[in-house]
Every structure is written in structure tokens, then in C-alpha cells.
RNA sequence: GCCCCCAUCGUCUAGUGGCCCAGGACGCCGCCCUUUCAAGGCGGUAACGGGGAUUCGAAUUCCCCUGGGGGCACCA
């Protein structure tokens, strides 16, 4: 069979890390299987402007790697299509007009919980005679259409990682596919749109598992064509398994992009939420990925999502860049901090001193600002000398101006001889030199980094610590 | 309330009846390396939710309980 799959994101502007996830699985089983990956945003609700949100995530997906084979799909221009097709199924009794308000349903529904019966339509407009809705038509009563749903029996579908899944009909109660503005519900759009652009498979999030049984009903009514195969994925939790969600940290695909993430490491790290290959490895680049992918494979359990193992593992991901590479990730960031124009070749050295121990690029480049912070605007972080635990910072700090005064700036710096003359330890007083060079008590290494600040600026750096500090 | 899904170290997971007194990774702890902190190397800590049943044998099969999550809209 032809594999097509769609990746069908909410015009939302952002993509989450759940909805991110979603779009990989799809785009990895189409990849794996030779087929077809599509891209369709929902927006099925005219009141929202879509145009711009659509064109954040189209350029999150180029950014993660995921691309698209055919022109992106909106469900915004085919409203005439839905409606053609609730009609279809109105005339051929699988829908009904139901002219109940919000309000009615609402009170309604709040009677039948507060009675201890369950939420849902009651079914009120869904056998009256033709004769009893021209009346109520006639009233000026909203319309909308609503599927009929099986009285009896159950619904019955095969998940391709869950297996058989089975709900009776009697507790899925009739739902609307057409507002009464005309616009459809996605239970209606989705199979449509499936439909149309011959969707072989659905992959999503398991929050809609429910959901798939009234999609595929309405699939049924449409077309005696075999409808896809779904499959659900496990749910992206919170460290505290409850929906991940912003007081969780970041959560939209594009903070992490801004805060210095790699997408190698985003899409390694997402493709082993809820998944993992035969062989156990976790590193893994985009075509690796692919290789190894399979559905089967896919867990069951919601999956917490954890900062720091990402940390790390983008950590792995800045290590194994090129320098040019590692250079073009971090321009964009740089750019953002330190302005239009700074010293291209001090960053460059600035990357490579940091590669080595960075685990975001947003973090590396704060350990590099003190390079590019005018020496005129640059001070040490409020709270730097208070994580200075020596007492004898003074000394330290003047030992180490008389020795940057005299020494030949044609040699490496080393300041290990100033630090054993004093009878310290480097552990007791280096850290007093990282804060007068560098304003924080850790970062770059600081014998490189008197280097790159040259002689000039890093003696200034020492006489304004002491300044400050007399 | 009703319906559905799920359940292995703190976290992501491997495991589909014996290879498992449960393996890997992140984190954490210790040691080494070392110009602080990191990074790196080495080592360590740590789990099959509970109870039945099937079987010579169960993390793996079945049932019940418990726990967690999702759903029940003129949202998607």
C-alpha cells in the first residue's frame, strides 16, 4: 500500500512539543515507508486569521528538518466541500437538523450531570417530523446538522500501536458536523479532507483516540473506500504527569530554537519519546532515524518530557558540529545579543573555546558576552563576588595585574606560577579571576579568554574589579 | 458521573515464558583528569504498583484492585 500521512497542526502560530512530536512520527513513517508526507492546517474556525500562524509552523517544520511533499492544504478554502457533504449525509438520513441553542444543550447538559447521567446530547431534535422542523425552521432557529450515531452496537477499529479498540455506541452521543454558520466541525473535515487526499494513515496524539471512532463514522457514510489506519501516540506529560504545559518551562518548539537548541538534537530527542530503536542507540541524525523507525515499536505510556536529558543531549549535538556549522547556528543567536555588528572572528574563537562544554548554544553564548559587552558598559553580575569564597581577592587580583602588566603577550597566558606564589590553590582563587575577567565566577576558560580580550581590555577588567571593590 | 487508554529505576526506555536476583541512557553520588565551573574517562546508587490465576517456570499470558492519563462542546 501507498503510504500518504498529513501532519494536521491547529493554526496556533506556535508548534508545541506534543504537536512537534506528531509531526515527526508522521514524517518518519513516511520517510521510512518511501511514501508521502503532507502537511494540512486546521483551521476550521473562520473567525481566527490563519495566514500567519500557518506560516510560523511551516517554517518550524523546514527548521526541524520535516518537509512536505505536495502544496499545504487549508481547511479554510474548502468550506463548500464540508457543506456538500453534511447535506449528503443530511439527505441520506445520516444527519438531521437539530435547532437546540447553546444554551438549551448547555442547561440541558448540566441537568442530566447534576442527575448523575452523562453529558452529551440528549438527542431532542432527533426524531421530529419534517412537519415540526419547518415549524421550528420558521421560528428563526439556529440549524445545524448533527450525525446520527448507531443506537446499538459498538465501534471497533485497529490502532496500529494500540490494536483493537472498542467503544459502544450507546455512549457516543449525536455531534455536530456542521455549525449552524455553515462551517464544519473537524469530525466532519478531517474525513473529507482524508478522503480527498487519499490519507492512508493517521498518526496523532492519543488525546483524539476517542475522537476516531466518530471520525470514522462519518468516513463510513461518506465512501465504501477502506478508511486509513490510525495510530495513536502516547501523551507528552510534565515532570509532574500532568499535561506539559507553559509553567513547565518552555513548551513551543520556537523558545527552544531561540534559546539555542540544535534541531538534530529537538527531533533525536523527540523521535525517543515514546519510541526507541531495536538496538538501544540514542544518538541518532534524521537519517538514522528514518531507517530505524517503525510504528510497532511506539510505547503505550504517556512520556514525561525531560529539560535535562535534552540538555545533554544537544550538548552531544554542539560537540559533534563543525566549526563553520556550529558558526552558522550561533550567527542568527549572536546577532540577537550582541547586535548587528560585532567582531565575527573573536566569536568564531569564542565558539570554539566553548564547543566543548556547551549544552545550548544560547548558554555558550552567554558565557561569551563579557567578549563582546563594551568594555565601558561591563560589569560584574551582582552576584559573582558573593560566590567568591576566598578572602584574600584583593591580593589575588593584584598579584595578577602586576603579572598581566609584565609578562610577554607574545607567550599563552598561565597564571598557575601568580597563584602558587600566593600559597593558594587554584580551586581557592580562581574564581576570584574568572569574575573580575569574565564578571561570573565559571565560564570560558579564563586563561583563553585573557587572550581573547587582549592586554588592554583584561588589565582594565582587573583594575575596575579592584576599583570596585576598594 | 459515564466511556476509553495506560502501568519496568526519579526520568526516557530495553524486555513479547526460561538468556533477567532485569540491560542501556539522562539525572544523582564517588573517583580520575584538570587553570575555577563544566566537558571527558571510570565506577556506584536505583525499578518489574498490589493480589489472585495459568505454567515445571512469569516483568512477559488472564482476572480483580489500585494508581495515572485522556475523552464525553456549534475546540481541534
Known amino acids: 500500500m501507498t503510504v500518504r500521512v498529513r501532519f494536521s497542526p491547529a493554526p496556533s502560530g506556535s508548534l508545541h512539543v506534543g504537536s512537534a512530536r506528531t509531526a515527526l512520527f508522521n514524517w518518519l513513517y513516511a520517510r521510512h515507508t518511501g511514501g508521502t508526507f503532507l502537511l494540512r492546517i486546521e483551521d476550521t474556525d473562520q473567525s481566527r486569521s490563519t495566514d500567519t500562524s500557518a506560516a510560523g509552523i511551516e517554517d518550524t517544520l523546514t527548521w526541524l528538518g520535516l518537509d512536505w511533499d505536495e502544496p499545504v492544504v487549508r481547511q479554510s478554502q474548502r468550506f463548500a466541500e464540508y457543506r456538500a457533504a453534511a447535506e449528503q449525509l443530511l439527505d441520506e438520513g445520516r444527519a438531521y437538523a437539530c435547532s437546540c441553542t447553546p444554551e438549551e444543550i448547555k442547561a440541558r447538559n448540566e441537568a442530566a450531570v447534576a442527575a448523575g447521567r452523562s453529558p452529551g446530547y440528549d438527542g431532542h431534535c432527533r426524531e421530529l417530523s419534517d412537519a415540526e422542523r419547518q415549524q421550528l425552521a420558521a421560528e428563526g432557529r439556529p440549524r445545524t446538522l448533527r450525525f446520527r450515531t448507531p443506537e446499538t452496537g459498538a465501534s471497533t477499529f485497529v490502532d496500529l500501536v494500540r490494536g483493537e479498540v472498542r467503544v459502544e455506541w450507546s455512549t457516543i452521543t449525536d455531534f455536530v458536523i456542521l455549525r449552524s454558520d455553515g462551517t464544519p466541525l473537524f469530525f466532519l473535515a478531517n474525513a473529507v479532507d482524508d478522503l480527498e487526499m487519499r490519507i492512508s494513515h493517521v498518526i496523532r496524539g492519543e488525546d483524539l483516540l476517542d475522537s476516531t471512532h466518530r471520525v470514522l463514522a462519518v468516513r463510513a457514510a461518506l465512501s465504501p473506500e477502506p478508511p486509513p489506519q490510525f495510530a495513536h501516540l502516547p501523551l507528552i506529560v510534565g515532570p509532574d504527569r500532568a499535561k506539559l504545559s507553559k509553567r513547565h518551562g518552555a513548551v513551543a518548539l520556537e523558545e527552544f530554537r531561540a534559546a539555542g537548541y540544535l534541531p538534530d538534537a529537538l527531533r533525536n530527542y523527540l523521535a525517543l519519546l515514546g519510541w526507541a530503536p531495536e538496538d538501544g542507540r540514542e544518538l541518532l541524525d534524521a537519517d538514522e532515524l528514518v531507517a530505524a523507525f517503525e510504528l510497532s ?174
Open 297 to 470: 515499536r511506539v510505547t503505550h505510556a504517556a512520556a514525561a518530557f525531560d529539560h535535562e536529558k535534552l540538555d545533554w543531549m544537544n550538548g552531544e549535538w554542539i560537540r559533534r558540529l563543525t566549526l563553520p556549522e556550529l558558526e552558522a547556528a550561533a550567527l542568527p543567536l549572536a546577532r540577537a545579543r550582541f547586535g548587528e555588528t560585532f567582531d565575527l572572528a573573536l566569536l568564531r574563537r569564542a565558539l570554539a573555546l566553548g564547543q566543548g562544554r556547551a549544552t545550548t548554544l544560547g548558554a555558550l553564548l552567554d558565557q561569551a558576552d563579557f567578549l563582546f559587552i563594551p568594555d565601558d558598559q561591563f560589569r560584574v553580575r551582582p552576584d559573582a563576588w558573593a560566590e567568591v569564597t576566598t578572602d584574600r581577592v584583593d591580593e589575588i587580583l593584584a598579584a595578577v595585574e602586576a603579572h598581566l602588566e609584565a609578562r610577554d603577550w607574545g607567550e599563552p597566558v598561565d597564571l598557575r606560577g601568580v597563584i602558587e606564589a600566593l600559597g593558594l590553590k587554584a580551586r581557592q582563587a580562581m574564581p576570584a579571576v574568572y569574575t573580575a575577567i569574565e564578571g561570573r565566577r565559571a565560564g570560558l576558560p579564563v586563561f583563553e579568554s585573557i587572550e581573547l580580550l587582549g592586554r588592554d581590555r583584561s588589565l582594565q577588567r582587573v583594575r575596575a574589579a579592584r576599583a570596585q571593590r576598594a
